[in-house]
């Protein structure tokens, strides 16, 4: 398996050089990261199931799509790139927040200044079963209950985000319904 490098960052974003990428998870390494959010039409939220062969959080629901930007790369740059990898799917995207967490998944350690992205999407979604098991479509207030009845279903780092930009999701949900309507 060819090595994969993250760019360790400090807590204001600054580089400070490039990380093996498992070495980052193992010994929670600060590093820069970025979760995508495509909702369609009818203000449904896009969300991916793990691939079971990922190395943490196998089988969990979470985000469209997220990952890491490579070194020299741009946090919107890879955020499309991933989305192409790993959905086939191709549209705008725009940034709506960035969060810093540490966080234990199993016997790893997601430490990661994540920049959050928004986008609209309709057309055919294709999973690539490397990465992704499933997809489905869910309005905001019913994931919020089941992540709240079910957590252990979902990624912890996809339940803090929800938990800290649910109010900007929910406006971002409206637009999307509203464009549809034009």
Known sequence: ???????AVDKNNRKLGE????????????HRAFSVF????NGN?????????????PLLW?????????????????AMRRLKEE?????KIEKFGAIIYNIKVGDLIEHEFNTL???FYDGIIKPNPDEVADIKF????SLISDIKQNPELYTPWFRLILNHYSKKLSEIQKKSTARSRI
């Open 138 to 141: 869910v309005k905001l207030n």
């Open 62 to 78: 979470s985000n469209t799509c997220c990952g890491h930007p490579k070194p020299g790369e741009k946090f919107k740059t890879g």
């Open 19 to 30: 990380v093996e990428k498992l070495k980052a998870h193992r010994e929670g390494i600060l």
């Open 1 to 7: 398996m060819r090595k994969e490098y993250v760019i």
């Open 117 to 119: 992205f928004f986008g």
């Open 87 to 91: 959905l086939g799917i191709k549209c």
């Open 45 to 57: 939220l896009i969300l991916q199931r793990r691939a079971e062969n990922k190395y943490h959080s």
């Open 38 to 41: 495509i909702f369609d039409s």
